[in-house]
């Protein structure tokens, strides 16, 4: 052992060293972070949580080895007997004394009187120390071993603190015999005095045995004790107030959940704030008028809980220029200030400890620190060390350089069967209990007793975060008294019960003021035995009965009538009675802080686990993990979606928010992203500034941009500039005029319709300017109106942020400006295939990071029974998804718990070479897995246990590292945690893996409705309406038109022996055999006229087809396939269906089979008696029928009408006569006359309560994301003042004309009712048809009529 001289100076070099590595590795780390994401915070600071490791330990030495690397020798093998204790022992050749490693002394080891969960071993160090790792063999020659066990460590052998490792309370693997030895290195180093060991388990065949040795270093500190109204006060050295860096560091302890630690203020309104408040630290820095960006704006962070726990806790704060970086254990918040600071803000100096006055405007806490602090440091200062020799500190009130620790000792209830059982108070006629609290849990017994002489039963219980008092006897409620609330926040909480002369009272944390009372009208006599927290043997004991919820949480300070109960002589069995209890410790769990809710979850807990509130964020699961949107509109479109408004989630679980996008759902399905300014701006000029700068904001920010834009196959932005005297460019060798800025924020020259890096328009580009002199139109300097238009398409350069106009000062200059939203088409993650054609080939990747949270999801197709999908190895862990079977998937993983499985079966098997889908999910609360659209299982996680998921290994995608099970088929859109692997670009360069997989129409075909055909492509598939009186991307779009009375559209057929085939693939017509012996005829219509001609077929034989509506609305439907007899007319008499209202026809013949079904109505069928074959078809007409000359006089008034009203999907067989009209007008035989246009008329209402909202067009809610104006910089528009006065003129104007022809109307309806009936124009839609006696529907005497 070095000398003390010795190793304090030696310690003192190795302390400053490890001090200033620190500092310049967490300088560099902050420094790393921030350039990542400092650019992204939309306000004063943004805090961001991550991990550090724990403050360095500053001292190490051992036999001369001072490294931290060599802070490994042993500490147990020359301690005395008697530093050691236990909770029991054998005998005394089984004390603890004989627990050294590989030493055979006494019985060869330690074994306690009774092998049970209650028993421990005890060292005591001598002095604090660090702990570096932990080596256990069984005791010699025996059957006594133990197989795992817990570590424990303590300052004063009281107050122990559980030893935790990756968040939760850590077992250690013990020993399988003897004499083998199992050590451990300590994921991270414990120092302390005191450490004990609680055997968990042990040989089933022996009982506990053990012999352990520990490994370490000494450890040195500086401490000093505050006793609530101490402080030292610190001065800064004159030639250091200005740095650009500055770090504090320590370490505290307390017991008080509250207190100021370390204050300093300016006098502009500058201050530095460290304080404990309600078990957390809050640093605020606040920034005067003069240095703020935003006036007297604090930058406040919050980090750590439950540090009022008497246990060291080490800080680090760090400023590197307007960054901070503020560490509590190993918690790390990062953030920037508003405005520049510096320690030479604060007057020089700083106050640790607390401050005079016991708090200062602007804090929580009203007191200063009672507690210790360690080993501070302020700019490597060691402000401890200054503070003993009184060299620029000063010390204020009572600061000792010794640690003091209070001798409270805290029991944990832990779960059902705890209890704590007391003997009750002497004095039976009153009785007072007083104990302190800490829980999260909202109910709860905390004391119960059967009162003397049958008195009846009393409960003080936790109910709804309340105490609550309740007396009972045979089953009647005597007494019923609440106090206090939200007393399951788990900070320290009192009560006092208090039952004398009648009168009982519960008050609870003191205050007096709203202690609850009651008076009672029995006699009140104590019990005799107390129990706390709960019962033994559950409720039915006779001496105890708990009809509340049993207590988890911790307890101290417990006292009987004025006595203290001392729970160490509890512990000892020497008094009282007690099961599953932890004694002299506190072991709560703050499972909140940090939070494993994700995308801003809120999390609160209860004693064993913690729960998530999702609302309102986006995303769903145990820990908000997994978005609720698509990650593209590509996805959305293969739900089945129409155009519309839609939130995306571009990298799905991943740290981006979802974004409000427009899709429009074409062949191609773009994506809009809007942004502030799409409307012609005009520009003029400003007297004195040459450039005029346009800012564009928009919808999404420029990491959801830049997602955005990489994601995609193609983006374009349309640009255009009118101009009057006002050049773009300039000339071709002249400085450019004009530039404009991308995400990047690089400036670009060239504009909309030209390659990148050339300083030309559109029209330079391809040869064509109106002056072949410039590159482009407008910097020919016209006189004339003229323009440069076209689309930005270079995807790095885009959207379009800033643009700069350079030539609109002149007196004679005029230009306007318009930028369009960006669009976006094609999703590269979405198709994304590889194809596995050997079950030994595999694409790897990179290893999974996935070590609190990963979720997996892709879709597959196989024929095969099953394989492997991905695997991930650590040296332990793994993660794996399989098909185990046609019909099951599996997900299993290990994150050091032992193997889990999720499965899901499936009802129909999955390898039908159709795409299924599948999601796997790990946090650390659950696992899950959903296949398709199956109900997803579960798998809980343990409550404590192991949580980070290490691998190590490449991940194996489509096979495993052992190339056995390998999967066979199609694996697509593989993503991981939100990204997406390029399996194709790996498939190009892998043997038996191929690029792309083939077959999306088997599983996606069924998207192609109204007899849509799927067509394959690479990447996809398409739907081929052409045969489809439906047209848009799945032939769900309605094709209808409005019809006025002269509105005709007639599909004309050649005459026969003149047929030919058209080739035109557009023509939307298919000739058949022109004799047909049955028609398909679909149509729906919308009228509010009666009689009306639907639809007219002729041939050149003269034959006919007619659906036409009656006078009275009802269906008639005419046919006459033979010439030498009458048409034969069948009646549907069904309601009035020119109600206006939209209904749906099917027509459908067979030879002499003929079958009418309207709208959801029962399908009616009838016989016809003429001939079966309608011979040489002529034309189909729908709306008004001009070749009238051989129509039946009966249809011939009737079409003397017209028809007004919608017709929509108009089909006969394969002709669409309205879609070949509304589309495809120059390349069908199709004849139009009078007025048509494609019309919303014929929309059904949408069965999705939702579809309104998603199927409207992007000029319909232009700005409905941002309403501001364009951020125009020195630019002055007149279009608002212009546009407001056009909409005042064109109401005034439409009000007017409202008048006159309100007016008119009524002259109109006056001179009519003075008029004779008579006829009116074939034109006139409001012909009254019914009112004209000429006009009956007549039948002649041969005429078949069928009524039904």
Known sequence: MCSAAGWRERAALRERQQREAHVQNSERRGKEHFS??????????????????LLTTLLCCLNGAFSKENCDGPLVSSLPQTSFNSSSQLSNSHSP????????????????????????????????????????????????????YLLMFSDTGRNWKQYRQEDSIWAFSGNTNADSVVQYKLQQPVIARFLRVLPLDWNSNGRVGMRLEVYGCLYKSDVASFDGSSSLLYRFSQNSSQTAKDVISMKFKTLQNSGIIIHGEGQEGHSLTLELHKGKLLLHIKIGRAKSSSSDSPNFVTLGSLLDDQHWHSVVMERVNRHINFTVDKSTQQFEINGDFSHSDINNELSFGGVAGHGKSGTFSRRNFHGCLENLFYNDVNLIDLAKTKHRITVMGNVTFACSEPSNVPVTFLGSESYLQFPGPLQKDSMSVSLQFRTWNKAGLLLTTEMHQHAGSLWLYLSEGKVKLQISKSGRVLVDVTAGSSLNDGQWHSVDFNARRGRLSVTVDKETGSAAHASSTFHFAAGNHLFFGGCPDGRNNQECRNPFNIFQGCMQLIYVDNMAIDLIKVQQRLVGNFSDLQMDLCGIIDRCS???????????????????????????????????????CEAYKHKGNSSGFYYIDLDGSGPLNPQLVYCNMTDKTWMVI?????EL?????????????????????????????????HCEQEVSYHCKKSRLLNTPDGAPLTWWMGRTREVHTYWGGATPGIQKCSCGQEDNCIDSNYYCNCDA???????????LSFKDHLPITEISFGDINRADSEAAYKVGHLQCYGDKNFWNAAFFNKETSYLHFPTFQGELSADISFLFKTTATSGVFLENLGIKDFIRIELSSPSEVVFSYDVGNGPFEVRVETPTQLNDNQWHYVKAERNVKEALLQVDHLPSRTQKAPTDGHIHLQLNSQLFVGGTASRQKGFLGCIRSLQLNGITLDLEERAKITPGVKPGCPGHCSSYGSLCQNEGKCVEKYNGFSCDCSLSAFTGPFCKKELSAYFKPGTSVTYTFKEPYELTKNSSTQSSSIYSDLTLRGENITFSFRTTQAPALLLYVNSYYREYLAVLLNRNGHLDIKYKLQNNKDAEIFRMNMRNLANGQLHKLTIKRQADILNVQVDQYEREEFNLSSDVEFNAIKSVVIGKVYENGELDPEISRVNSLGFTGCLSVVQFNNITPLKAALLYPSSSPVTVKGQLGESQCGASSPSNPFAIETTHSLSDHSGTIDTGEPIVNAIRSDSALIGGVIAVMIFIILCVLAIMARFLYRRKESFQSREAKGDKSDDSPDFPFNNDPNSQNVLSENQKEYFI
């Not at 064993?608 to 986006?618: A, H, I, L, P």
């Not at 520009?683 to 990491?703: P, R």
């Not at 300097?781 to 689309?791: A, F, P």
């Open 781 to 791: 300097d016209r006189k004339e109106w003229t323009n440069d238009s076209g689309l």
């Open 674 to 678: 809007q942004h502030n300014n799409t």
């Open 97 to 148: 004394g004989f627990a050294k490693l590989n030493r055979r002394d006494g019985a060869g080891g330690w074994s306690p009187m009774e092998s049970d969960k209650y028993q421990w071993l005890e060292i005591d160090l001598g002095e604090r120390t660090e702990i570096t790792a932990i080596a256990t063999q069984g005791r010699y020659g025996s059957s006594d071993w133990v197989t795992s």
């Open 681 to 713: 701006t005009k520009l003029k000029s400003s007297g004195g500034i040459s450039q005029h700068l346009v800012y564009f904001n928009y919808s999404a920010n420029m990491e959801q941009l830049e997602a955005i834009i990489n994601q995609a196959e």
């Open 36 to 53: 990542r994401h400092i650019t992204n915070m939309d306000f004063g600071f943004k805090a961001h949580t991550g991990m550090l490791a």
């Open 594 to 632: 940090p939070s494993h809710c994700e995308h801003g979850g809120k999390c609160t807990q209860s004693w064993n686990t913690f729960y998530c509130n999702c609302s309102n964020s986006g995303y769903i699961g145990a820990t908000c993990h997994s978005s609720i949107y698509e990650q593209s």
